[in-house]
């Protein structure tokens, strides 16, 4: 029998796979959370989340769930989450604040406007960068958090105590809080996430379709094995990622192709000294990121 | 003592660093070659590699070398081959056999052809698969070469037995064999291969030339990380090998930025299932290649 009061009493997620379960697993870890409840797309994902001690119970209404919640987390795919605001936002308490783990802002902010109209101040977006291989509630861990960073992308209407609450319950995750504005956090992650990704599906599309694709794959070493491992990702979640955040991929896919007209001149002029200067940068900046600089 | 004669009696090696170093290695562990001579440009590189066991010695002049060796392994960067052909082809004798270790084989047979002329058929181009991220002899490992692929390029004057030759000193170090003509491994390795690494400079660069590039790189994650890893490979080494394949390489570039632009396409239609098509092609192919299709 826990001594203290958790800091959260009901905490409500939809979606229990890898985002929302590990939140929930997490906040039990830390013993920050009186009682999970869980909502999903299909009964069996639930019942597997309980059975997994990822929930406490599954819920069947959020008319009866929704208005007595500390906290509420949507860890749907981004492109669920309108119809889920709209579920919910009809319900919300006095004291319910509700967040997100969408991997893009600036459509979630603006579906979000759309359902929580003058009650937007109590959505706190967020996007916690944790991506595994893996999904659903088996694939939830306690510790999927601890040292990853968690963007939170304020939004004016937010008052301090609700941006401070979101806060505190990814840290109790072991996660490091950062802030970016919606529209700088996807213009940085099409460019660090979503554009390599596109890259990616585009090389291996690219070799796959030739009448003589297998001739290539039989030489492919492990350059392109490093190259090409995030080619092996969801199409269906890549397709929505792209077309969430579809604007600033837009924006960052223009300034690489344009990158590689250069690259394009460089070569077909045999200028090998810029081409050095290029492969240069790139080499220090990679290995300063990596540690190694 | 030894009871049967080694398959090879005289085997020089010119660059006694990871390629030529490992050849060595692998060949005296098989027991197959009485003495191994290494060639290289600094002296304190050859005594490194006499003191590693790399070579048995180090070899002063071409004109008292080459003419008793069975055969001479060109181990140098791709850009040195030219020079070192000039050198050695005076002093061939009736049994030497040439091979080589480039990475690029279309300029590295131009390059044979103006310097053997009459003598090209004792020229058998070779490019084994086994990069690493170290150099010089330290690196040199006599596994080096085992179960990794090999691809010789023979030429239309290359007769069977010197080919032959070839292939049993490659197999001797482990490795598999596998033939192409010079264009089809030029053009093969210009898309698996340094195409990738192109286009790994290229991203990395992009974010690194910007105002805010620490932004971007603070949030960068294990794609990121995979996507670019080759692009911390060596620049002066890479510039090379782009300006020895530069007419491939920019045959798969220009097939590359085609790709891109029917992506591109798609992305600004918001044409989510030719989007969803390319990444499941990609996927399905890419998890093939890895063994997990």
Same mark, same amino acid.
């Given at each position: 029998?826990?001594? *203290?009061?958790?800091?959260?009493?009901? =905490? @409500?997620? &939809? $979606?229990?796979?890898?985002?929302?379960?590990?939140? %929930?697993? !997490? #906040?039990? *870890?830390?013993?920050?959370?009186?009682? =999970? @409840?869980? &909502? $999903?797309?299909?009964?069996?994902?639930?019942?597997? %989340?309980? !059975? #997994?001690?990822?929930?406490?119970?599954?819920?069947?209404?959020?008319?009866?769930?929704?208005?007595?919640?500390?906290?509420?987390?949507?860890?749907?795919?981004?492109?669920?989450?309108?119809?889920?605001?709209?579920?919910?936002?009809?319900?919300?308490?006095?004291?319910?604040?509700?967040?997100?783990?969408?991997?893009?802002?600036?459509?979630?902010?603006?579906?979000?406007?759309?359902?929580?109209?003058?009650?937007?101040?109590?959505?706190?977006?967020?996007?916690?960068?944790?991506?595994?291989?893996?999904?659903?509630?088996?694939?939830?861990?306690?510790?999927?958090?601890?040292?990853?960073?968690?963007?939170?992308?304020?939004?004016?209407?937010?008052?301090?105590?609700?941006?401070?609450?979101?806060?505190?319950?990814?840290?109790?995750?072991?996660?490091?809080?950062?802030?970016?504005?919606?529209?700088?956090?996807?213009?940085?992650?099409?460019?660090?996430?979503?554009?390599?990704?596109?890259?990616?599906?585009?090389?291996?599309?690219?070799?796959?379709?030739?009448?003589?694709?297998?001739?290539?794959?039989?030489?492919?070493?492990?350059?392109?094995?490093?190259?090409?491992?995030?080619?092996?990702?969801?199409?269906?979640?890549?397709?929505?990622?792209?077309?969430?955040?579809?604007?600033?991929?837009?924006?960052?896919?223009?300034?690489?192709?344009?990158?590689?007209?250069?690259?394009?001149?460089?070569?077909?002029?045999?200028?090998?000294?810029?081409?050095?200067?290029?492969?240069?940068?790139?080499?220090?900046?990679?290995?300063?990121?990596?540690?190694?600089?």
């Amino acid at each position: 029998m826990k001594s *203290a009061q958790p800091e959260f009493g009901k =905490v @409500v997620v &939809f $979606g229990t796979g890898l985002i929302g379960g590990s939140f %929930a697993l !997490a #906040l039990k *870890a830390a013993g920050a959370v009186e009682e =999970v @409840v869980g &909502f $999903g797309r299909t009964p069996s994902t639930l019942r597997s %989340a309980q !059975a #997994l001690g990822v929930i406490d119970r599954a819920g069947i209404n959020p008319a009866h769930e929704i208005g007595d919640a500390d906290l509420v987390l949507v860890a749907t795919p981004v492109a669920q989450m309108p119809e889920i605001f709209a579920r919910i936002v009809p319900y919300l308490g006095k004291n319910t604040i509700v967040t997100d783990g969408g991997s893009t802002k600036g459509d979630v902010v603006a579906a979000a406007r759309v359902a929580f109209r003058g009650h937007i101040g109590k959505f706190v977006p967020a996007h916690p960068i944790a991506g595994a291989e893996n999904s659903g509630p088996a694939a939830a861990r306690a510790d999927l958090y601890r040292g990853k960073k968690v963007v939170i992308t304020p939004l004016p209407e937010n008052r301090d105590e609700r941006l401070d609450r979101v806060k505190r319950a990814w840290s109790l995750c072991g996660a490091d809080i950062h802030e970016l504005t919606p529209v700088m956090h996807d213009r940085v992650f099409a460019a660090v996430s979503h554009l390599p990704h596109l890259l990616s599906f585009a090389l291996v599309h690219d070799l796959a379709v030739r009448d003589d694709a297998d001739l290539f794959f039989t030489f492919a070493a492990s350059g392109f094995r490093d190259f090409t491992r995030i080619a092996a990702s969801h199409p269906e979640m890549w397709r929505d990622i792209c077309l969430a955040n579809r604007e600033a991929l837009l924006g960052e896919l223009d300034s690489y192709r344009a990158q590689l007209d250069d690259v394009r001149v460089a070569l077909a002029a045999a200028d090998g000294s810029r081409l050095e200067e290029i492969f240069g940068i790139a080499r220090k900046a990679r290995r300063e990121w990596a540690g190694e600089g």
